[in-house]
């Protein structure tokens, strides 16, 4: 039987894969040297962690700047673990619908931590480049699926994610906490959520919240596109798309709507 000092070695080495794969996922892609700066540890146990995890195919190692990104051995288990979610089996043939209506790309968001996780995505028709926005973070002050899961979380909840500064990512972006807590209950109001480029200049997006049988904020359902499609003055009539589709997964989930709006 290994002895409590291994047992708690291999915990803490578990830690910091963990964490090197968040690292890598929030920056795209880190250096050796990086990523032990960042995981606090010798250079040298960086590297060996690293070599661990690209022999699993969960990083790659970029040939020109020796750099590592994640690879895709993780596909397989995002696969894995999508397909066996509720929420998406039950999200996914709206979603469909939704990207078929409005002919632009549908995601579903969850609140991980401080970001929203996508764990689907359609991409609509009129779709220029499709990108896959599945298994990345974005955070949740400056995106249409994120500003959903603040303003219809808990009180106790959206204050703790509004701690922390709120960094700019665009112009438009809000890094007031006071000007963004006044549009959460205008988006608590209205049903739903709408950006225009504050997250990336020239996409903007509207989203609605998605609820579970108890009526508990599950997830956000969002449809985006390109500003010069996507106008200001057609956000409240794909809002309400979003917000009808929304609704519809909600039911599917077994939310039941006594006479009061789901969103």
Request: proline letters at 3%; charged letters at 25%; hydrophobic letters at 40%.
């Amino acid at each position: 039987m290994r002895n409590d000092n291994e047992s708690s070695g291999n915990l803490q080495s578990v830690r910091r894969a963990i964490r090197a794969l968040e690292l890598i996922s929030e920056h795209g892609e880190l250096g050796v040297t990086e990523l032990g700066r960042k995981l606090e540890v010798h250079k040298a146990t960086a590297s060996r962690l690293m070599t661990t995890l690209a022999e699993r195919g969960f990083v790659e190692r970029d040939a020109v700047s020796e750099k590592f990104r994640l690879g895709f051995g993780l596909i397989s288990l995002a696969g894995a673990a999508v397909g066996g979610n509720d929420l998406v089996r039950a999200a996914r043939p709206i979603l469909d619908d939704l990207a078929e209506r409005t002919r632009e790309t549908v995601n579903l968001g969850v609140l991980s931590g401080d970001s929203v996780v996508y764990v689907d995505q359609v991409t609509g028709t009129r779709s220029i480049v499709s990108v896959s926005w599945v298994g990345q973070r974005t955070p949740l002050h400056c995106t249409s699926n994120g500003k959903v899961l603040l303003a219809f979380a808990t009180d106790a909840e959206r204050d703790r994610l509004l701690r922390a500064p709120l960094p700019r990512l665009t112009p438009r972006t809000i890094t007031d906490v006071r000007r963004l807590r006044t549009q959460l209950a205008e988006i608590r109001a209205r049903g739903y959520a709408q950006t225009m480029e504050e997250l990336e200049e020239g996409l903007n997006a509207v989203a609605a919240p998605v609820r579970g049988m108890s009526g508990d904020l599950v997830a956000a359902l969002s449809v985006s596109g390109p500003a010069f499609r996507m106008r200001a003055v057609d956000l409240p009539r794909i809002g309400k798309f979003a917000a009808d589709s929304a609704l519809a997964v909600s039911r599917r989930l077994g939310y039941v709507d006594r006479g009061v709006r789901a969103v």
